[in-house]
């Protein structure tokens, strides 16, 4: 008999030690395959939070925006409301001067000999505005006007920002759902579990008295009121050719127009217009002095009723029982000898003002801090299920900014407010505490089509 043949019986033993390394090598395949799933949903899920967390900080910046845009809409009928005011004093003053002029005190002749035809001319052209007063009435046109002005901004604008307030973190995270489910069409909402921290919306802004000293509507009116002339200083003194007293050689008879539009305490404008001749004259008691003669007056009070200028709350009507240099030497002494104001016509503003009524200056909404790196910056965490039964967790982070444009004038002064709608989005460090400055990229690494169709642009 032949024996067996020993490399018959080495050839079987190679095929199960091929079989093994075949096995081993699937094992490791699979596990790569399952590890490759593992990393392919991480990503997916990194990409599409992030795409989420910018869109909601874009959302937040829109927000932002909006308020900001809604300040300078107070700003912009509180100079409707100055201009409304102004001309009411100034209508006011016009019925009055066609009052004076119709009765000629002072007469026109007389204006005209002091300081020339034109003063005189424009006196007795003041007979046309005859009645131009009743425009400036409680229920007259200019105060109609200012109340649409008075109640857009109390009853429209401040409640569209307090429910912009409101709604941000509803928003906020609709706009997280929205995007996520677009990214992820075949998964049910419960599946997500989606956690929002380091949330600083809450303590990021503060609803500020608008009537304040400090209160940013109230410098931001102040400064756009000085880009009016018309709400500027009316005041405009004319001096006589020659002098009216031999007593007095180096004193001259004086035409005053003087005018002024201001906000008050309580956030009211405050309107007054008058005109005065100031003649010369003297006596044994005082010596030299100024004797009043008003031309025309109109005033707006504010809430207070007050007036800033020199006045008596009841002058009379005529001098006939008192002399005049008596009254103003009790009331304003200085004014009489040195004034630069108009004495009685203030005070008979005061007897007759137009009031056109409203509320004042508004509250409104601006950033609780003044920091200039302040961002509202949020991190959110996304838990879905993954492969093989994990369940993966993904970090993300964005934040709304504060940019000025680069070609804009003077950036370097500009810090993060709630009057200049520059607030951007971006993503951020989902870890970072604090100030704006420790981000990310800009936008995400990679967007679905459909979410720039959503969001647009910042």
């Excluded at 103003?328 to 016509?345: D, E, F, K, T, Y």
Aim: include cysteine.
């Amino acid at each position: 008999m032949r024996r067996p043949d020993d490399t018959m019986a080495q050839h079987g033993q190679a095929m199960v030690l091929g079989m093994l390394l075949v096995g081993a090598l699937m094992a490791i395949v699979l596990r790569y395959f399952s590890f490759g799933q593992v990393v392919a949903a991480k990503s997916r899920q990194t990409h599409a939070l992030d795409a989420a967390a910018y869109s909601a900080a874009l959302a937040q910046a829109r927000a932002l925006n909006m308020l900001a845009y809604i300040n300078r809409a107070h700003v912009a009928h509180q100079m409707a409301m100055a201009h409304l005011a102004t001309l009411a004093s100034w209508s006011a003053l016009g019925g009055t001067q066609a009052m004076q002029a119709g009765i000629g005190n002072p007469p026109a002749h007389v204006i005209g000999m002091f300081f020339g035809p034109s003063h005189a001319q424009a006196y007795m052209a003041a007979a046309r505005a005859a009645g131009l007063g009743q425009a400036a009435g409680t229920h007259a046109e200019l105060a109609r006007a200012y109340a649409f002005h008075d109640d857009t901004v109390h009853g429209l604008l401040t409640k569209v920002q307090a429910g912009i307030v409101n709604s941000v973190p509803q928003v906020r995270m609709a706009v997280l759902e929205t995007v996520l489910a677009h990214n992820y069409p075949e998964s049910s909402r419960h599946d997500a579990q989606l956690h929002i921290a380091n949330d600083q919306w809450p303590r990021f802004l503060r609803r500020m008295p608008g009537r304040g000293p400090q209160s940013g509507i109230r410098r931001l009116s102040q400064q756009a009121q000085a880009l009016y002339g018309f709400l500027g200083r009316r005041d405009y003194t004319e001096r006589g050719f020659w002098p009216a007293s031999a007593r007095c050689p180096s004193r001259r008879n004086q035409l005053r127009r003087r005018g002024s539009t201001q906000l008050d305490g309580h956030g009211h404008w405050v309107s007054a217009d008058t005109q005065s001749f100031h003649a010369v004259r003297s006596n044994r008691w005082i010596a030299c002095y100024s004797r009043e003669y008003p031309m025309g007056w109109g005033l707006v009070p504010g809430r207070s009723g007050r007036f800033a200028g020199p006045h008596e709350a009841n002058p009379p009507a005529d001098f006939s029982r008192e002399a005049f240099w008596r009254w103003a030497r009790r009331v304003a002494p200085s004014q009489i000898l040195n004034g630069r104001s108009n004495l009685l016509a203030n005070s008979w503003a005061m007897l007759r003002p137009k009031r056109l009524g409203g509320k004042g200056l508004p509250d409104y909404f601006d950033l609780a801090s003044a920091s200039p790196d302040a961002a509202l910056r949020f991190a959110v965490t996304l838990h879905l299920p993954g492969p093989d039964g994990l369940r993966i967790a993904t970090h993300s982070g964005a934040e709304a900014y504060f940019a000025v444009p680069p070609l804009q004038k003077k950036k370097e002064h500009a810090k993060p407010n709630l009057f200049q709608p520059y607030w951007q989005a971006r993503l951020a460090d989902p870890h970072a505490n604090g100030t704006s400055g420790q981000t990310r990229s800009t936008r995400p690494a990679m967007w679905r089509p459909d979410t720039l169709s959503v969001f647009g642009e910042p």
